[in-house]
């Protein structure tokens, strides 16, 4: 169990006047342990349960299939074991919550991820037990990052960067995007990550898709790609992505990259402890505006063991940003009219006085070039 984050949620029970808070996604599950259940992200019903009572004591439920994987990342816990195949989790988990002398108690719990059925299992197993939904409190801890939690979203940072740099270099006019797909993925494990999520491969034409894989589309003189990858260790994410021409850029392309580059110091700068999400974003549509193309509704976003978290510097809701955030930036254009689309996406930490550029491999004031 990470210390660190127990501390925290027993803070977090107390202000909320709760005895114990389960953490029953993976996420969730990764944030108090330190470590993501292989299967459970892939199969929702094999829970892998973190419970951790207003006194700090803790316990895990894990099912059997990963039993030695759990013990083996958890030496000293208390963890229970279910059969897939012959015992109920919820049966397992009502006993663990009892143990911890919470029964009758106020229980948090991931009401948003734990399946209705499984719910009304544990309810019925445990009647005076007052459960109340914990997915905001785990979202609002998980917001401010230790420093232990910003060194790996840093290294995660750098291996995305590099790796995309690598990818770049590795292809010439003549090859496809599964040629950058592949220098690109064995990159990020030759550096390191566990794995990667939501790789973003779309050249010429298709850099106007914002989510879009690798084809075997062939690269050609002129066109624009935008590569984008997650690289993860131990469910962190870090999300970089760069925009590159083969050969020069078309005119226009240099001309908005400009503008996107400027977009980005102005967030940078606006980005402080005490600064209002939404303003931050107004700073960015005051330059992006001179554009006249389609603004996205938010320019940055919280980012950890999920893909996108709060806080959101967008348009629709605010927040005061502090010091210990971890924030994707994007300024970005997917439809230019022109053809094609550019998008600058970085990693910044919130520090005491400002930003830190977590992303910082790449020299991003020009275009990237393949040649």
């Not at 925290?8 to 599950?29: H, T, V, W």
């Not at 230790?146 to 995309?164: F, G």
């Not at 990550?193 to 050249?203: N, P």
């Not at 050609?220 to 990858?229: A, H, M, N, Q, S």
Request: hydrophobic residues 40%; contains cysteine; proline residues 5%.
């Amino acid at each position: 169990m990470r210390k660190v984050v127990v501390k925290k949620q027993r803070e977090a029970m107390s202000a909320y006047g709760l005895d114990l808070l389960i953490a029953i996604s993976p996420e969730n599950f990764a944030y108090g342990t330190g470590f993501v259940v292989p299967s459970q992200p892939l199969m929702r019903w094999r829970h892998a349960i973190c419970a951790v009572n207003a006194a700090g004591t803790s316990g895990i439920v894990a099912v059997d299939m990963e039993e030695t994987t759990v013990r083996g990342k958890l030496p000293h816990s208390d963890i229970r074991i279910w059969g897939e195949f012959t015992e109920d989790p919820m049966a397992t988990l009502a006993q663990l919550i009892s143990d911890l002398g919470c029964e009758t108690g106020k229980v948090g719990i991931e009401l948003s991820y734990l399946p209705t059925s499984d719910f009304q299992k544990l309810h019925a197993l445990l009647p005076k037990a007052d459960f109340i939904a914990a997915d905001k409190i785990f979202d609002d801890l998980r917001q401010i990052k230790t420093p232990e939690e910003t060194e790996l979203l840093h290294r995660l940072s750098r291996i995305s960067d590099n790796a995309i740099g690598a990818s770049f270099d590795a292809v010439t006019p003549g090859m496809t995007e599964m040629d950058i797909a592949s220098a690109l993925t064995r990159s990020v494990y030759e550096q390191g990550a566990q794995d990667f999520k939501l790789m973003i491969v779309a050249t010429g034409p298709r850099s106007e898709l914002p989510n879009v894989g690798p084809t075997k589309r062939i690269l050609e003189e002129g066109d624009i790609c935008r590569v984008e990858i997650f690289s993860v260790i131990n469910g962190y994410h870090a999300g970089v992505c760069r925009t590159a021409s083969v050969g020069d850029p078309p005119k226009k392309a240099s001309e908005i990259w400009a503008n996107l580059v400027e977009c980005k110091y102005r967030v940078l700068d606006a980005i402080k402890p005490g600064a209002s999400a939404k303003r931050v974003y107004e700073s960015f549509i005051e330059k992006f505006s001179e554009l006249r193309l389609p603004p996205i509704s938010f320019v940055g976003h919280g980012i950890g063991l999920h893909l996108h978290e709060d806080p959101y510097l967008g348009k629709y809701d605010d927040y005061e940003l502090k010091e210990g955030m971890v924030l994707g930036i994007e300024p970005l254009v997917y439809q230019s009219g022109y053809g094609f689309g550019l998008q600058l996406k970085d990693m910044v930490a919130v520090t005491n006085n400002g930003t830190k550029l977590l992303s910082d491999i790449t020299n991003t004031d020009d275009l990237y070039r393949i040649s």
